[in-house]
């Protein structure tokens, strides 16, 4: 059987970074087949390991090229953190909500001046900042107490509403809807409130 990469993916509750991990493990004839090692390709014959990586409203013909080495593949579940830099981004800003395509690849030497690739394709949706934006609706409303206009509250409680949709979206992996609903929900975050201070 042939290694069946794995990849994993997790935004930082900032939403600066993205942390990528190998799944993929060692192999072992009943628990991980795909895994790496005899009979399986082995981590020496890797040549290189990239992923290929389009934004949400990134353009599918230009993807950004990251190289996971030396970091990734790793048959220990090895860990690369990626910055908004590594995506062609502003140095520490946001990572956008949204679609992520990716493409995994791994080139092998199988010797005698002969390679082979090895791809994984995922998509994966990212709702960090809509997250962060309904988690501030909230603080709002704790932190104005007695004196604090309904319209923040029920504005919090539709926040919360529109976040769980659109988990539920990208969970059914349907991009046009989460973006509509992230657009949606950008709106009411910077809606202004009235709400003011007891003292």
Not at 178 to 193: E, S
């Amino acid at each position: 059987m042939a290694v069946i990469p794995k990849l994993s993916f997790c935004n930082s509750k900032d939403c600066l970074r993205l942390q990528i991990t190998d799944n993929t493990g060692a192999y072992d004839t009943i628990n991980n087949p795909g895994g790496w090692g005899a009979p399986n390709d082995t981590l020496l014959t890797v040549i290189s390991a990239v992923i290929k990586v389009v934004l949400p409203d990134g353009d599918p013909l230009t993807p950004i090229i990251i190289d996971l080495a030396p970091e990734i593949p790793n048959s220990t579940y090895g860990i690369k953190i990626l910055k908004s830099q590594d995506f062609n981004l502003t140095t520490d800003t946001a990572l956008p909500d949204g679609t992520w395509i990716i493409d995994y690849e791994i080139i092998i030497n199988l010797g005698g001046g002969s390679t082979k690739l090895i791809t994984y394709h995922t998509e994966i949706t990212l709702v960090c900042n809509a997250g962060n934006c309904v988690n501030a609706m909230f603080s709002k409303v704790s932190k104005t107490g007695c004196d604090c206009d309904t319209s923040l509250i029920r504005n919090a409680i539709d926040g919360y509403g529109i976040l769980a949709m659109m988990q539920y979206s990208a969970y059914c992996q349907r991009p046009n809807e989460v973006k509509d609903l992230g657009i949606w929900l950008d709106k009411l975050c910077k809606t202004k409130d009235s709400c003011f201070s007891c003292n």
